[in-house]
C-alpha cells in the first residue's frame, strides 16, 4: 500500500535542508545578545512608562478632584444665593397686610415682623363684645367639621407670629376656658421646643427637622420641608434675623 500523504509530505519536506537550517542561525545570535540588551534596555524603558501612567493617573485624579471642588462650590453658592432669595423673600412678606376671615367678615390688617396681635382683630370684628372672655385663633385654611384645627403659633397667646403680607388667614373663636386650655396644650406640642431668643433649639437637629421649633435646618436629610424650611421656621416664631451665616 501507499503511505498516508501527510506521512509523505513530512518526507518529501526538506526538499532544500540549506534553506530550512538558514532562518535558524540568524535566531540563535539574536538570542545570545538578547538578554544583554534586555537588561540594558528594559528598566529604564519599563520604568518611564510606570513613572508616566502614574504621572498620568495622578493629574487625572487632580484635575477631577479640582472639578468636583468646583462643582461643590458652585452647588454651595447656588445654594446660598436660593437661600439668601428666599429670605429676603420671606422678608418682604414681613410687613404688610393680610386678611382675616371670619363668618360674613373679610377686612386686611397689618402684619409687622410677620406679627399680629388678637386684640386688633377683636376691636375691628368686636368678638368679645358678642362673647365676653373669648380666645381668637388663626388657621391657615378653613377646617371642614371634624378636622383638627392647627392654629397659627402664639407667642405669647393672643400675639400672632410667622404671618405672611398678602394670605389670608381664618379666625376661630373659642369660648369655652376648659377646651381653651386644651386648645393651649395642643398648640404647645405643635410648637414644641420654645424658640429661645428666636433661634430656636438645634439640639436635636441631629437627628429631626428643627424647623418647627423655629431653627430652619441646615441639613436636608433631617428636613420635613427643606425648600420651605426658613418659612416654616418663620411660622415656628422663629427670628430670621438669626437665619442667615
Known sequence: GMAPPKAAAAKRAPSNPAKAKAPAAPKAVAKAASPAAKAAMAPSQEDEAKKKAEEEAKAQAAAEAEAAEAARREEERKAKEAAEAEIKRLSILANGEVTIKYNMYDEKFKVENHMLKAEVIDELYCLSDVMPGCFIHLGEKQFA??????????????????????????????QDSEQENKDQEAMRQRWVGGVAAGIGDRGAEVETCSCKWGAPCTNSIVCTDWDNRFANALKAGGNPILFTG
Not at 400672632?160 to 394670605?167: N, R
Open 145 to 174: 367639621y371634624g378636622e383638627e384645627q392647627v392654629y397659627v403659633k402664639e407667642d405669647p397667646p393672643g400675639t400672632f407670629k410667622g404671618l405672611m403680607a398678602g394670605e389670608t388667614y381664618w379666625c376661630y373663636v373659642q
